[in-house]
């Protein structure tokens, strides 16, 4: 289905980025895969091989480093991301500056940078995997929430000025997934809330969802695998929730 294209998948050395390149590769593209875990990566490589996966370590925070990525690509996939819960009032700055450049500025440099190759091509998939905190807001989670809304801006945007050029721009809204992340975010909500961690998900968690479990990631590489394929033509500027019906409230 995909055989002939490239990508460029961020925070893809676990979790839903991981889950990407494997549902990407299976579909026969090739994948620039970029993650911060050097060894995170050297396992997706040897998992799937060298001729399909190509490695980049690459600190995203520090924007400078997009320099050194690829951008003759057909696919990009945003994903890379990080947590931190706090009060605003108490919020690191150089945390929340952190988070944005990781997850509203970095993917606006690297579509701004892969867009001409896909305009040149006349075919492109922007996906963004975005949050239900893209569409909805969690106390202590400002940075995350303010950067998530940001992207789905942005993703818009893109889709916009792209649509006549056979460039599309989506993103993903999923409630919590089986991640590393969501994990850290477990230990630090029980820390914030003052309760075990084996209550988190069912009284923080999960409160809002009417479908009480946490999603895999291979469910939202599904969704990327979707929107990169031939019944995608016309779908683009859309928010996809996978949330559990968190924003029916």
Known sequence: MLDGRRALVTGAGSGIGAAVVDRLVADGAQVHAVDIDGDALKALVDRLGAERVTPWVVDLSDLDAHADLPVDVDILVNNAGIQHVSPVHEFPVETFER??????????????????????????????????????????????????HGLEGLSKVVALEA???????????????????????????????????????????????????????????????????????????????????????
């Open 99 to 148: 988070i944005h450049r990781i997850m509203l500025l970095s993917p606006f440099r690297l579509v701004r940078a892969c867009l001409p190759h896909m305009y040149a091509g006349g075919w492109g998939r922007v996906v963004n995997v975005s949050s239900v905190h893209g569409l909805r807001a969690s106390e202590f989670k400002s940075a995350y929430v303010s950067a998530k």
């Open 163 to 249: 649509g006549d050029k056979g460039v599309t721009s989506n993103c993903i809204n999923p409630a919590y997934v089986r991640t590393p992340l969501v994990e850290k975010q477990v230990a630090d909500q029980a820390r914030t809330h003052g309760i075990g961690e084996d209550e988190v998900l069912e009284k923080v968690m999960l409160t809002p969802v009417a479908i009480k479990r946490l999603i895999e990631p291979s469910e939202v590489a599904d969704l990327v695998a979707f929107l990169c394929g031939p019944s995608s033509e016309s779908i683009t500027g859309s928010s996809f929730t996978m949330d559990g019906g968190w924003t029916a409230h």
